[in-house]
C-alpha cells in the first residue's frame, strides 16, 4: 500500500529506457523497456494492434504524444523527470503513468518467469552483467489491453562466445599485480543507505556499488566496454601507489582486485570503502565554518604532494573526486586519468601542471563556498 496520504506503492519493477515512433512515421508505436526482478522485459505497443478499441486508442495517443513531448529516448543513465506532466491531448500524464498503463497488464506474466529470489544473499554481479530478456507485444481487444506471449531474446553476443562470460580466451590476456575475481564470486551488498533500496527488489537496484568478497565488502567500480583502456590506465596507477608503499593515512582511494571476464579482460575495480559523507562538491555549502574549509583545503594539498612527490598524477582533478567521509576528512579518489573542462585545461592533461591547475581551481571553490563562482 501507498503511505496515509493515498501515494501509490512503488512499482515492483525498475523502468530502464523507452523509445517511440517520429511524428512523420507511418504507423504509430512505443516500446519500454523495465528490470524486473533481474530480468529485462521489453512491452512493445502499437496501435496497428489495437482492435474496437476507442477508449484505449485514445490513451494510446495521450501517452505517445507525452513519450514525443520528452524527447530524447529515455535510459536510466541519463533520466528525466518522469514524473512531471508533458503537453499531451487530453489530462495530464506523465511517463510513469505510461509505464503503469502498459506494463501493468504484463505483470502476471513476466513473474511467471522472474520470480524474485528466494534467497537475496546469493545475487553476484553475474546477475546485472548479463540478464534476461523478453519481448512482448501488447495489443487491444473490446477496450482491454491483451499481452502477446513472450519471445525470449538471444542474450547479446550469443552467436558468438558473449563478452564477460565464455571459456575460450578470444583476445590477448590482460594481467595485472592486483587479485583478479569474476563476476560471480561477488555478492552484491545494498541496504537503507542506498537511494533505490527495496528489500524484496535487490535485483532491480540500477547499478550495484558495494559487493562483498571473501567475508569483507568493497566498492565496485564498473569498467566498460571490458578492456577499456581508460579502466586499465586506472589500475595501473593504482598498481604505481600500491608499489609507493604510501602509509595508511594518506586518504586516497586504494585497489583490492579487479573484476574481469573470460577473457581475462578488466570489467571492473575493487576498491577499499571510505566512510563516505558526500563529495566535496556536494559536501561545501555557504554556511561550511572556515575552519573545516581550511582544514579540507590543507588535507587536499598534503595528499596531492604526497602523491606527486611518488610520481603519481591525480588526473581528473575537481571537487567530484574528493570524499569528505563521515569523520570530516578529505579524499582524493579517482584515478582514471581525463579532465573535466573548467578545472584543467585538455592540454594539461595527465601532467603534474594539469593537477596543480585542478588544485588551484579547487582551493577557490573550497574559498568562495562552492556557490556560482565554481568554474
Not at 197 to 212: G, H
Request: proline fraction near 8%; charge should be negative.
Amino acid at each position: 500500500m501507498g503511505d496515509d496520504l493515498g501515494t501509490p506503492p512503488p512499482p515492483r519493477y525498475r523502468i530502464v529506457s523507452y523509445i517511440s515512433s517520429n511524428e512523420d512515421d507511418d504507423n504509430d508505436w512505443f516500446t519500454l523497456e523495465i528490470r524486473l526482478n533481474g530480468v529485462l522485459f521489453h512491452v512493445g505497443v502499437r496501435l496497428s494492434k489495437f482492435r474496437n478499441s476507442p477508449t484505449l486508442t485514445q490513451q494510446f495517443h495521450q501517452y505517445l504524444a507525452c513519450l514525443r513531448a520528452d524527447g530524447d529516448d529515455y535510459d536510466e543513465d541519463n533520466s528525466a523527470d518522469m514524473e512531471t506532466g508533458q503537453e499531451a491531448p487530453g489530462p495530464a500524464v506523465t511517463i510513469i503513468d505510461c509505464f503503469s498503463w502498459a506494463v501493468d497488464p504484463c505483470l502476471e506474466l513476466f513473474e511467471s518467469v522472474a520470480p524474485p529470489p528466494s534467497d537475496v544473499s546469493s545475487v553476484t554481479l553475474r546477475d546485472f552483467f548479463r540478464p534476461e530478456s523478453f519481448d512482448c507485444q501488447l495489443g487491444a481487444v473490446d477496450d482491454h489491453l491483451v499481452p502477446g506471449p513472450l519471445e525470449h531474446r538471444a542474450l547479446e553476443g550469443e552467436e558468438t562466445p558473449p563478452p564477460g562470460f565464455e571459456d575460450e580466451p578470444k583476445h590477448s590476456p590482460w594481467t595485472t599485480t592486483f587479485p583478479s575475481f569474476r563476476a560471480s564470486q561477488l555478492h552484491v551488498v545494498v541496504d537503507e543507505t542506498d537511494w533505490d533500496y527495496s528489500p524484496n527488489n535487490i535485483l532491480n537496484i540500477a547499478n550495484p556499488v558495494r559487493v562483498e568478497i571473501e567475508g569483507k565488502i568493497y566498492y565496485f567500480k564498473a569498467v566498460q566496454p571490458p578492456g577499456d583502456s581508460i579502466g586499465q590506465q586506472e589500475v595501473k596507477t593504482y598498481e604505481k601507489i600500491a608499489a609507493a608503499g604510501l602509509e595508511p593515512d594518506v586518504r586516497i582511494s586504494r585497489l583490492y582486485g579487479v573484476v574481469v571476464d573470460g577473457n581475462q579482460q578488466l570489467t571492473g575495480l575493487l576498491l577499499h570503502l571510505i566512510p563516505m559523507h558526500d563529495t566535496l562538491e556536494y559536501a561545501l555549502e555557504p554556511e561550511t565554518p572556515p575552519s573545516l574549509k581550511q582544514r579540507w583545503a590543507e588535507q587536499i594539498k598534503e595528499t596531492l604532494a604526497c602523491l606527486h612527490q611518488n610520481g603519481i598524477i591525480w588526473g581528473d582533478a575537481k571537487p567530484d573526486n574528493i570524499i569528505i567521509d563521515t569523520d570530516r576528512n578529505a579524499w582524493i579518489v579517482d584515478f582514471g586519468g581525463g579532465h573535466t573542462q573548467g578545472w584543467v585545461d585538455r592540454a594539461n592533461m595527465g601532467t603534474t601542471k594539469g593537477d596543480l591547475e585542478g588544485l588551484e581551481n579547487i582551493l577557490e571553490f573550497i574559498s568562495t563556498g562552492g556557490i556560482e563562482d565554481s568554474p
